[in-house]
Nanobody
């Protein structure tokens, strides 16, 4: 059974720098590109960042470029999202997702590219 479990969400002040983690089980982690998505109050789920199987390629949505950094440790089957300079607009439930890929450098962006999803971790940013 495939599971992806997020952690690290919290109530933080504006300007804070939490790090989210996502640990996967039940799959060959290094066969999967990974992504972070978020869904804020009253908003649709949006892609935040993704990283290729080998970690060489990354993608960021414009609103987080220069503030968030995605990384992965294939030996630990863990995905990370370092979040810096948070603002209230970053308040959302954050989800990690896994997408099987035959291309080691592929960074999928669309929600429909991903097969496995976690339950999410809440990040709330106070002003």
């Amino acid at each position: 059974q495939v599971q992806t479990v997020e952690s690290g969400g919290d109530l933080v002040q504006a300007g804070g720098s939490p790090r989210l983690s996502c640990t996967a089980s039940g799959l060959a982690f290094d066969d999967y590109a990974m992504g972070w998505f978020r869904q804020g109050p009253g908003k649709e789920r949006e892609g935040v960042s993704s990283i290729s199987r080998n970690g060489y390629n990354t993608f960021y949505v414009d609103s987080v470029k220069g503030r968030f950094t995605v990384s992965r440790d294939n030996a630990k089957k863990t995905l990370y999202l370092q979040m810096n300079s948070l603002n209230p607009e970053d308040t959302a439930m954050y989800y990690c997702a896994a997408a099987y890929s035959g291309d080691s450098f592929y960074t999928p962006v669309a929600l429909t590219d991903y097969s496995y999803w976690g339950q999410g971790t809440q990040v709330t940013v106070s002003s």
